[in-house]
């Protein structure tokens, strides 16, 4: 199913303006006014999931749940957490929500250094370099972290970089492997398909352990917990960013643990530095054919996005989410993918 990422009434995209896309039947949605730790409740899932329903589209990914800091860095407290957690993908089942895509990236979620680096064709899109990022002062906190959804205060950042000090990469991994054996069970009795999503980009930044970078990394952790309940999010550029990920080969090592995909190209500029493009292979680095090709060859069945694009046509609004080069991304994935012999 062909899906498109909404951020709620606050979203400059209307839910109205994304049914109009051709193909596009599931909408990618979250709640945004509930703290991280909190309880989703059934009532709040139910409400998102309604207001969908009302254009002719369906709620088909949650996306996400944070996972609070306490369970990635394996305090005392993350009990608590853990079966707050539970009691969300519980809820969300509940709602008939089939998949939840969640991270497990400490302290920052994806990070750009760029949010409108102007390409040759006069358009603006997201862009990382490594060179930049080390220029960026954590001392202010995250102020000058471009687009950063989650503000922290310059002692706030600072205790947590303290924190993860002493979280070195197996450690994380442990404690990726505690939550698991404790969500993925809930998971499967509430029909949820948890679709982890790689680190973004899949590299170490600020010091801090990422563990989700390849695909030797996403087999371990299908190898944890041994259920169908416990899958991937496939992000094709996330992935591609490392040159070393063979994104063909990647999907058919997972299979059917691939809940979820969000297909879009990038182009490397360089080590650890690149641009994300216009969604056809002939802009990036990405043979998003090939890849089309070999998640028909694995039987996939589930939810599809466009994922970021490109701000084009003089639009304003959230940096990587407009409506125009989305849109257009969508058209040619359901190309790509009626070339396949998909649906």
């Not at 839910?15 to 006014?33: C, E, K, M, N």
């Not at 909190?38 to 009302?54: I, Y």
């Not at 400490?106 to 060179?131: H, I, K, Q, Y």
């Not at 969000?262 to 360089?270: P, Q, S, V, Y």
Request: proline share 6%; aromatic share 10%; with cysteine.
């Amino acid at each position: 199913m062909l899906t498109f990422r909404w951020f709620g009434p606050r979203d400059p995209v209307s839910l109205s303006q994304i049914r109009q896309i051709p193909a596009v039947r599931g909408i990618v949605g979250s709640l945004f006014d509930i703290p991280v730790g909190d309880v989703w409740s059934f009532e709040s899932v139910e409400r998102l999931r309604d207001e969908v329903e009302r254009v002719d589209l369906s709620l088909s990914v949650i996306e996400s749940v944070p996972v609070h800091e306490d369970i990635k860095l394996g305090l005392v407290t993350r009990d608590r957490y853990i079966d707050n957690y539970c009691e969300s993908i519980s809820n969300i089942g509940r709602a008939g929500v089939p998949v939840l895509c969640y991270n497990f990236m400490p302290v920052f979620d994806w990070v750009r250094t760029d949010l409108s680096l102007a390409l040759p064709d006069g358009s603006n899109a997201l862009a990382f370099d490594e060179r930049a990022l080390a220029r960026i002062d954590l001392s202010r906190g995250t102020a000058d972290l471009p687009g950063w959804a989650t503000r922290y205060s310059a002692s706030e950042l600072g205790t947590l970089l303290e924190a993860y000090r002493n979280v070195e990469p197996e450690k994380l991994w442990d404690n990726l492997s505690y939550f698991l054996e404790r969500v993925v069970p809930v998971a499967s009795d509430s029909n949820v398909a948890m679709a982890l999503h790689p680190d973004d980009p899949p590299w170490s930044i600020f010091g801090l352990p990422r563990i989700i970078t390849s695909g030797r990394a996403l087999e371990r952790v299908i190898g944890m917990v041994d259920a169908d309940a416990n899958g991937i999010t496939f992000c094709a550029g996330s992935l591609a960013a490392d040159p070393d990920n063979d994104l063909v080969e990647i999907v058919r090592c997972m299979g059917p643990r691939v809940h979820f995909v969000h297909l879009r190209n990038i182009k490397r500029t360089g080590p650890h530095s690149f641009q994300e493009t216009a969604h056809p292979s002939e802009f990036g680095d990405v043979d998003m054919r090939a890849v089309a090709n070999a998640l028909r060859e694995v039987g996939f069945e589930g939810p599809i996005r466009s994922d970021h694009g490109r701000m084009i046509w003089g639009e304003t609004g959230q940096p990587g989410y407009g409506l125009y080069d989305r849109a257009l991304g969508a058209a040619y994935l359901h190309g790509l993918w009626e070339g396949t012999g998909g649906s």
